[in-house]
């Protein structure tokens, strides 16, 4: 008798430092992934060119993010990163950003991209330094900067990709059609 006693003492012991043990692995945070890393470079690139954007062009409203957007950007890197060109135009010649924000968005309007590639070893990514390094390369390139900063697009998205050395992020823009006014028509 006095053996079971003792057990049982035990079992209340046991079962809160189990209960303890399942509590400290719920709070862990979850383990980092690729797709979790891209998806933070992704938000810090749109801080970055919504910071320089007001810096340098403060009349401007800010680029809205567009989920639509942000969709063709990820393909767009993710193709790169799987053997599609590193360019503006796809193994046909086409542009391929123009032609997916024309199914997708309007078949009107300004449309631009900026592509990067880094060579990336570690086959990690700190979100923080690529979306620095790309941001900046960017804004020393007078082609990109001038995507960014320019008055005809309102809308952006961004899309980051890594496979194996590589490191992948495209940019894409999009503007509503301008209005014309063409004045008076003559009199007759």
């Known amino acids: ?11 209340p012991g046991a079962l809160s430092l189990l209960f303890a043990a399942t ?14 890393e891209e998806r933070a470079a992704e938000a810090l690139i749109a801080d970055r060119i919504a910071a320089e954007r007001a810096r340098l062009a403060p009349g401007l409203p800010p680029l809205a993010r567009d989920v639509a957007l942000d969709a063709i950007a990820r393909e767009r890197s993710e193709a790169m990163a799987h053997g599609a060109p590193f360019d503006h135009q796809d193994e046909q010649g086409r542009f391929a950003v123009v032609d ?3 199914e997708r968005i309007s078949r009107f309007g300004a449309i631009g991209e900026n592509i990067a590639k880094a060579w990336n070893p570690s086959g ?6 690529f979306a620095k390094r790309f941001v900046d390369d960017w804004m020393r390139s007078e082609a990109h900067r001038e995507n960014i900063l ?4 309102d809308h952006s998205g961004i899309g980051v990709a890594i496979d194996g050395s590589y490191a992948y992020a495209t940019q894409v823009f999009w503007g509503p059609p301008k209005r014309i006014n063409l004045g008076e028509p003559p009199h007759s």
């Open 124 to 129: 990690s990514l700190d979100p923080q330094e």
């Open 100 to 102: 997916k924000v024309q």
């Open 23 to 36: 509590i400290a692995l719920s709070a862990a945070p979850a383990p980092r992934t690729i797709a979790s």
């Open 150 to 153: 320019s008055p005809a697009f």
């Open 1 to 11: 008798m006095g053996k079971f006693r003792r057990h049982t003492a035990l079992l």
